[in-house]
């Protein structure tokens, strides 16, 4: 019986980064069960509309200059997060520190005008189906805003601790950047449904 020889993998890296991290699979899988979340939130949004014989149910549209103000600070927030995760690729420990402190700031901005965001709806989450599926949706979001933001400031404490030499922390601000992403782009639906389709 011939003996099988032992492959040496002492020669590979201990953790992976992008799609070779099992992070990065695990950040996927969970954006897609969100983005289903959100996909069915809006499903119902427009099903409670169809049924409707006005819409919004009596109340005014919200208004606009809230949320408007939300999405451009979610929409400018792209660039510096870009530049975040190709910092985390270059392994720049300098750039990605400063880039986790200009994240965290920009991740809590937002929260300003959400807190307006509620009252200006002109309707309580307990009024009718449309206070109900409105308030969800934005409550679904800040959930997401809140739950990246506390990560980025996890993340931005290890960065400037003894866990930044790990290379596997370069890989988690990648993860966190992309999830940053899905943040902002799941907004963009939702703004339409809340802002817009009630003024069509």
Known sequence: MKERMALDLSHLPLHGMGSASLTFWGTSA?????????????????????LAPRWPIEAPPPDLTAGTILTLLLVASVVP?????????????????????????????????RAFEFPALHVSWDDDAYGSIVWTMLGLHTTHIVTDLVDTVVLACLMFSKHADNTRRYGDVEDNALYWNFVVLTWLPIYGCIYWVPRL
């Open 30 to 50: 969970f954006m897609l069960i969100e983005g289903t979340g959100f996909a069915l939130s809006i499903a119902i949004y427009f099903y409670l509309m169809s």
């Open 81 to 113: 997060n870009i530049l975040v995760s190709r910092w985390a690729k270059q392994k720049d420990l300098r750039k990605v520190r400063a880039g986790l402190i200009v994240m965290a700031i920009l991740g809590l901005l937002p929260l300003v005008p």
